[in-house]
């Protein structure tokens, strides 16, 4: 093939356009930075967050993981599906799709968090555990009374069990035969009052297993203001975890020169991931300069590097 396609057009000129045509055509880099995911299905995953082993902090490692469309949080009590991350306000909500809600009734298992994540990720104070068809021998019906709310919002426990469709089963036992009329007055109380329940905190919880509790069924609401506004048909059922973000002037640096911080996976020790092919351990060496904009370096130096693979194939073909 000869060196010039079109007659008066320099050939820089058309290798130009070429490039030009080919680069604006190419899908930009789902991963320009480095080889962790930023989302799971449509939740965003970031630091102090990761779902690839040496991305994010090392003290949240291993805590979330993406099965391509779901995120889940995983806890020595299972895994609880991640419904949203708030990073502003540092909260996650967390899904047990084991647990009763009050449409659904499935039997009690523990909530447990590790030691690590009870210090770094617990349920927030608006997280409220109602536990259900408790034994009259329970605990929280006797000397740890007092971590039991008798209402939450003005709602109580016969409430939920009686507007609960799933809860309906724990109200004292009707006369059988009559169509559950429960217009009689209950003649012996210690028989057919409603088993105890218990509006409490996480903290009740992660002392006391569910069997040492001695109820049998548990359900999670968040608070987020409005519970006395509305009835346990419209509460929303699930766990609300709060973080902190471990603190770290290297990966403030990390970040300033567009990296995203990860750690070593045997040492846990911080690295920088610059790109695909590159760690640092503090910085990404291309992005020294201090101020915003950093971002775009790695993709353009991405762009940079396909225009130099592209400029030789096409010169290749043209010479
Ligand atoms: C960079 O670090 C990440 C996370 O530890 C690792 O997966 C990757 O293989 C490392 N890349 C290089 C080029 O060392
Ligand atoms: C991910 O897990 C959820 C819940 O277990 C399941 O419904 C979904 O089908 C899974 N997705 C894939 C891609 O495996
Ligand atoms: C409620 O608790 C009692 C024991 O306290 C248990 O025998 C009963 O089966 C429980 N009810 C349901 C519906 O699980
Ligand atoms: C329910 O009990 C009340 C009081 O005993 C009675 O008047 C009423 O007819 C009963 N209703 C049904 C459906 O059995």
């Given at each position: 093939?000869?060196?010039?396609?079109?007659?008066?057009v320099?050939?820089?000129?058309?290798?130009?356009?070429?490039?030009?045509?080919?680069?604006?055509?190419?899908?930009?880099p789902?991963?320009?930075?480095?080889?962790?995911?930023?989302?799971?299905?449509?939740?965003?995953?970031?630091?102090?967050?990761?779902?690839d082993?040496?991305?994010?902090?090392?003290?949240?490692?291993?805590?979330?993981?993406?099965?391509?469309?779901?995120?889940?949080?995983?806890?020595?009590?299972?895994?609880?599906?991640?419904?949203?991350?708030?990073?502003?306000?540092?909260?996650?909500?967390?899904?047990?799709?084991?647990?009763?809600?009050?449409?659904?009734?499935?039997?009690?298992?523990?909530?447990?968090?590790?030691?690590?994540?009870?210090?770094?990720?617990?349920?927030?104070?608006?997280?409220?555990?109602?536990?259900?068809?408790?034994?009259?021998?329970?605990?929280?019906?006797?000397?740890?009374?007092?971590?039991?709310?008798?209402?939450?919002?003005?709602?109580?426990?016969?409430?939920m069990?009686?507007?609960?469709?799933?809860?309906?089963?724990?109200?004292?036992?009707?006369?059988?035969?009559?169509g559950?009329?429960?217009?009689?007055?209950?003649?012996?109380?210690?028989?057919?009052?409603?088993?105890?329940?218990?509006?409490?905190?996480?903290?009740?919880?992660?002392?006391?297993?569910?069997?040492?509790?001695?109820?049998?069924?548990?359900t999670?609401?968040?608070?987020?203001?409005?519970?006395?506004?509305?009835?346990?048909?419209?509460?929303?059922?699930?766990i609300?975890?709060?973080?902190?973000?471990?603190?770290?002037?290297?990966?403030?640096?990390?970040?300033?020169?567009?990296?995203?911080?990860?750690?070593?996976?045997?040492?846990?020790?911080?690295?920088?991931?610059?790109?695909?092919?590159?760690?640092?351990?503090?910085?990404?060496?291309?992005?020294?300069?201090?101020?915003?904009?950093?971002?775009?370096?790695?993709?353009?130096?991405?762009?940079?590097?396909l225009?130099?693979?592209?400029?030789?194939?096409?010169?290749?073909?043209?010479?």
């Amino acid at each position: 093939m000869q060196s010039s396609v079109l007659p008066g057009v320099p050939t820089t000129t058309f290798v130009f356009n070429l490039l030009t045509l080919t680069l604006s055509l190419l899908p930009l880099p789902s991963l320009p930075l480095s080889l962790c995911r930023t989302s799971c299905g449509s939740i965003p995953v970031s630091y102090p967050f990761a779902v690839d082993d040496g991305c994010g902090s090392p003290s949240f490692r291993r805590m979330l993981s993406c099965n391509a469309s779901d995120l889940f949080f995983a806890t020595p009590s299972g895994d609880y599906k991640v419904q949203s991350i708030d990073y502003a306000k540092r909260k996650v909500v967390v899904f047990d799709p084991a647990m009763s809600t009050c449409s659904v009734l499935q039997p009690h298992h523990d909530f447990a968090l590790t030691d690590v994540q009870a210090a770094l990720i617990p349920p927030s104070d608006d997280t409220l555990f109602a536990v259900l068809n408790c034994s009259v021998d329970s605990p929280v019906a006797n000397h740890f009374k007092y971590l039991c709310s008798p209402d939450v919002g003005g709602h109580s426990c016969a409430e939920m069990y009686s507007a609960c469709a799933s809860f309906r089963i724990f109200r004292p036992a009707a006369p059988q035969g009559q169509g559950g009329n429960l217009s009689l007055p209950s003649p012996s109380p210690s028989t057919s009052a409603s088993p105890p329940c218990c509006f409490t905190r996480y903290a009740t919880v992660r002392f006391m297993s569910m069997n040492m509790l001695d109820c049998t069924h548990y359900t999670t609401v968040i608070d987020s203001g409005g519970l006395e506004k509305a009835g346990p048909l419209d509460w929303t059922y699930g766990i609300e975890l709060t973080y902190a973000v471990p603190e770290s002037t290297a990966c403030d640096r990390c970040k300033r020169s567009g990296g995203a911080c990860g750690f070593d996976a045997e040492s846990e020790a911080m690295l920088c991931l610059c790109s695909p092919t590159l760690n640092a351990t503090v910085e990404c060496a291309a992005g020294t300069g201090t101020g915003s904009g950093q971002k775009l370096a790695p993709t353009m130096s991405y762009h940079a590097t396909l225009l130099i693979i592209l400029t030789s194939i096409v010169y290749t073909n043209l010479v």
